[in-house]
Antibody, heavy 120, light 107 residues
Framework: EVQLVESGGGLVQPGESLRLSCAASGFTFSDHYMDWVRQAPGKGLEWVGRTRNKANSYTTEYAASVKGRFTISRDDSKNSLYLQMNSLKTEDTAVYYC???????????WGQGTLVTVSS | DIQLTQSPSFLSASVGDRVTITCRASQGISSYLAWYQQKSGKAPKLLIYAASTLQSGVPSRFSGSGSGTEFTLTISSLQPEDFATYYCQHRNSYPVTFGGGTKVEIK
């Protein structure tokens, strides 16, 4: 059974940093592209970014709203995905989901999400 | 960026009703569109991909159609478990974007 479990969320002040993790199991993690998607309270879904697999050099893509502040990485030996978030802003407050991309690049599995609150 | 506009943003329907949700793209995206269902407090769930292909395990009352700039999600006979928010999403280019959502509530 495919499982994605996020962790690392919490309350931080504006300007601070936070690192989220996503532990994957039940599939060959190293084969798949992985994404982060967020959802502000009461709002819709917003794509954050993507890491490709080793075959595609682990290259990354980011939304303009987080580019230069957030970094996505992965450790295939640990079946884990990460989101390093720096210079956090109040507008980064959201539930952050990790999501697996299917072979045809749709989000076929999602984690349960972890809440990040940025507030002074 | 490709904008996805869903309509309506809210609809009230009864069990057994046929429900149609529309997603319009700001430019052509071929058939590179998915639909997700999200229940309150839960992660989204993939329903339809490539505009019209039903994800494994999804009931056949869900169907999708369209290509280019106009897409629809249809629920042929609304069931109690279908009350949720539905999102469209394109994978045509970066950035990936989602529609604003359609909340389906019980009449």
């Amino acid at each position: 059974e495919v499982q994605l479990v996020e962790s690392g969320g919490g309350l931080v002040q504006p300007g601070e940093s936070l690192r989220l993790s996503c532990a994957a199991s039940g599939f060959t993690f190293s084969d798949h592209y992985m994404d982060w998607v967020r959802q502000a309270p009461g709002k819709g879904l917003e794509w954050v970014g993507r890491t490709r697999n080793k075959a595609n050099s682990y290259t990354t893509e980011y939304a303009a709203s987080v580019k230069g502040r957030f970094t996505i990485s992965r450790d295939d030996s640990k079946n884990s995905l990460y989101l390093q978030m720096n210079s956090l802003k109040t507008e980064d407050t959201a539930v952050y989901y990790c999501a697996r991309l299917s072979w045809n690049y749709y989000f076929d599995y999602w984690g349960q999400g972890t809440l990040v609150t940025v507030s002074s | 960026d490709i904008q996805l506009t869903q309509s309506p943003s809210f609809l009230s329907a009864s069990v057994g009703d046929r429900v149609t949700i529309t997603c319009r793209a700001s430019q052509g995206i071929s058939s590179y569109l998915a639909w997700y269902q999200q229940k309150s407090g839960k992660a989204p769930k993939l329903l339809i991909y490539a505009a019209s292909t039903l994800q494994s395990g999804v009931p056949s009352r869900f169907s999708g159609s369209g290509s280019g700039t106009e897409f629809t999600l249809t629920i042929s006979s609304l069931q109690p478990e279908d009350f949720a928010t539905y999102y469209c999403q394109h994978r045509n280019s970066y950035p990936v974007t989602f529609g604003g959502g359609t909340k389906v509530e019980i009449k």
